[in-house]
């Protein structure tokens, strides 16, 4: 069995990343988790869930510095899918004051966790697709708990309820994101089918008490809490990705959009605080990133008050090609989406990553992104961090090319997990906090668990988390 620092040195070298020791910007943070396996490392399981495949699909900072991190669990019988939630006090260490030793395991129906956002009372809203269409037929599942972790009966009744947009038909509904407005109403978007039985985009808003809000949406003659937002032309598919809520209210939605049979590009729309789209031609906008014939998007995070960044990947190699693009907000009435050339430029292509997943951006406008690299048939994955300038270039006081390589600890001494992918990444003051999921075998990709690692201070104050 290779020994923690002799797959590191491995992946480093296939990677082409950093190869030395960390500069201390990238280094683990050893006071998280300090009497932990690893410092600087979390690795959960959820009890009874036997071997499993888990994985983070949100983390947010709490305002006294505290994590909470949510994700799907497998388990057989039902849909197949609980939430798991789990907090994390500044130190790293389980807050034993959140649900049972600083976890939650839920049961509310769900057949899949897609993300999560915590709202301005400190509530946890967690969404995901569910089975309570006509048929069987998936809608927006969204579920709310109070900051303790107890289900929220002022939401809904019981914390959780759904809705489905039914649009010509009954069919599928997957939400894929969430976020939440200042009135802490929050904002379900995903894809849904339109009338025509093609996938496009939609979104939901409901109020604070957990019925859909009647006052945003743009389908019927009377608003429903519900909005179709086609980004593509309507002749190929499109699979939504993330939203985000601009200082202003307006919201910015990203999709995967087909171009042709076979291709498929960024897809970015603006969309009013009462979820409706303008008739301005630069409304939405359609773009291949470097001319690449198939891009898929991933993420999306505000740059400042006129800009948004997206990151997404393209099967351009054999072992994937990931890219970061700027958009900016224009035109007379800010209705415009437009291309901005000169961040990258003309879009960030990290060196030798597989996939990029998540994206954060700094008080100073950098940008830090996660994701993946492949292990080149030594292990599966190691998980990826790169920081960016303001501008969007490597950020060298990171690393000499931006980003370094990491793996999760296994469950056998001085070892590292054979599986290590990052999904999600937020900012603890001014700390990078990447999760996402790592196998507890060190010889092959099994019995995925939650794994969340935080990297060291830095003397620049980051952002508090962007949505």
Sequence with gaps: MRTCAAVRWMVWGLAGLATGAPAAESALDGGFNT???????????????GSNNDQVA???????????????????????????????????????????????VKDAFLSSVTDMVLDSQGRI??????????????????????????????????????????????MDDRPTSVVVDDQNRPIVFGTIMDGLGKRVSGAARFTTTGEPDTTFGNMGVTPTGRSLLRIGNGTYEEQAARIVRMPN????????????????????????????????????????????????VTSLAIHNNRSVIVAGNSPQTSDGLALLCRFTIGGQFDTDLFFDVSFGPNCH??????????????????????GYSSGGGIIDSAASVFRLTPSGTADEAFESNGGRVYLAPCMEANQSAYATRFLRITLAGDQPVAAG???????????????????????????????
Excluded: H
């Design 58 to 104: 949100a983390i947010r900072r709490t305002p006294d510095g505290s994590l909470i991190a949510a994700g799907p669990l497998a388990f057989s019988g039902g849909t197949g899918i609980r939430i798991g939630l789990v907090k994390y006090r500044p130190d790293g260490t389980l807050d034993p004051n959140f649900g049972s030793g600083g976890k939650v």
């Design 349 to 370: 292509e990290p060196f030798n990553v597989t996939s990029v997943q998540d994206l954060a951006v700094r008080s100073n406008r950098g940008v830090v992104y996660v």
């Design 35 to 49: 009497g932990g396996f690893r410092p600087g490392w979390r690795v959960d399981f959820f009890n009874g869930n």
């Design 249 to 296: 209210g307006s919201l910015v939605v990203s999709a995967t959009v087909g171009t042709s049979a076979t291709g498929t590009a960024f897809g970015l729309s603006l969309v009013s605080p009462e979820g409706r789209q303008t008739s301005s031609p630069q409304n939405s906008v359609i773009f291949s990133p470097r001319n690449y014939p198939a891009t898929s």
């Design 437 to 467: 999921y790592s196998s507890r075998s060190c010889s092959s990709d099994i019995d995925r668990e939650f794994a969340v690692m935080r990297l060291q201070k830095t003397d620049l104050i980051f952002a508090n988390d962007f949505q």
């Design 125 to 170: 809203v967690v969404v995901g697709a569910t089975p309570t269409g006509t048929g069987g037929n998936l809608d927006f599942g969204i579920v709310r708990f109070l900051p303790n972790g107890q289900d929220d009966p002022s939401f809904a009744g019981d914390g959780g309820t759904a809705i489905g947009f039914n649009y010509g038909g009954t």
